[in-house]
Nanobody
Framework: QVQLVESGGGLVQAGGSLRLSCAAS????????MGWFRQAPGKQRELVAM???????NYADSVKGRSTISRDNAKNTVSVQMNSLKPEDTAVYYC??????????WGNGTLVTVSS
């Protein structure tokens, strides 16, 4: 069983910053990529940022330039630093990973609320 434990969500004012962190444990096998998705009320879940085992990164256009993702392969952790937060960044943020067998795993989600 794989567990993804998220931390760092909360309430922040517009223009502020947050750092979300996630630690993976269990029978993960080899991780291909880790990252963060988010889902706002009434909207589909969307990619925020991801990083591969090789260090390649991908960001949603909406957060590009405001966010930085980092990963510790040895510790199976991934974090995303988000700056200049906007009310439209309000969502439940989910940690995600995909292993070498193509199996996706998700965290339970952490709420980020950005007040205007």
């Amino acid at each position: 069983q794989v567990q993804l434990v998220e931390s760092g969500g909360g309430l922040v004012q517009a223009g502020g910053s947050l750092r979300l962190s996630c630690a993976a444990s269990g029978s993960i096998f080899s991780i291909n990529a880790m990252g963060w998705f988010r889902q706002a009320p009434g909207k589909q879940r969307e990619l925020v940022a991801m990083v591969t085992s090789g260090g390649s990164t991908n960001y949603a256009d909406s957060v590009k330039g405001r966010s930085t993702i980092s990963r510790d392969n040895a510790k199976n952790t991934v974090s995303v630093q988000m700056n200049s937060l906007k009310p439209e960044d309000t969502a439940v943020y989910y940690c995600w990973l995909v292993n070498s067998r193509g199996v996706n795993y998700w965290g339970n989600g952490t709420l980020v609320t950005v007040s205007s």
